[in-house]
C-alpha cells in the first residue's frame, strides 16, 4: 500500500501564489511517476501536471508557464508551485501514483 498526503491548500487572492506538497510513504520506492490532478465542482478530474522517473515534467495547457512540479526524492515528496494563479484554477488537487490517490486539498483562488 501506498499513502499520499497533500497540503498547502488554501484561499488566495488572483495573481496569488501558493505551493502544495504531496509526501508519499508506504510500500513504494524513490523515482517513481508522481502527478497532480484537480477536480472542479462539477467538472470532471483533470491532468495538471506529471514528473518522470528522470524529472521530465508536463503540463496541462491552462497551467503551463505558471505552474512548476518538482520532487524530492530522498523525501518522496513531490510539490506543485503555482504562480499567477486564477479564480479557473479553483478545485481540489489530487496528487496520484500508479493507482494510489490522497485525499485532496482544496485551493480557492478568489478576491
Known amino acids: 500500500q501506498v499513502q499520499l498526503v497533500e497540503a498547502g491548500g488554501g484561499l488566495v487572492q488572483p495573481g496569488g501564489s501558493l505551493r502544495l506538497s504531496c509526501a508519499a510513504s508506504?510500500?513504494?520506492?524513490?523515482?517513481?511517476?508522481m502527478g497532480w490532478y484537480r477536480q472542479a465542482p462539477g467538472k470532471a478530474r483533470e491532468l495538471v501536471a506529471v514528473?518522470?522517473?528522470?524529472?521530465?515534467?508536463n503540463y496541462a495547457g491552462s497551467v503551463k508557464g505558471r505552474f512548476t512540479i518538482s520532487r524530492e526524492s530522498a523525501k518522496n515528496t513531490v510539490y506543485l508551485q503555482m504562480n499567477s494563479l486564477k479564480p479557473e484554477d479553483t478545485a481540489v488537487y489530487y496528487c496520484?501514483?500508479?493507482?494510489?490517490w490522497g485525499k485532496g486539498t482544496l485551493v480557492t483562488v478568489s478576491s
Open positions: 508506504g510500500s513504494i520506492y524513490s523515482h517513481i511517476p
Open positions: 514528473i518522470s522517473r528522470g524529472g521530465d515534467t
Open positions: 496520484n501514483t500508479m493507482d494510489f
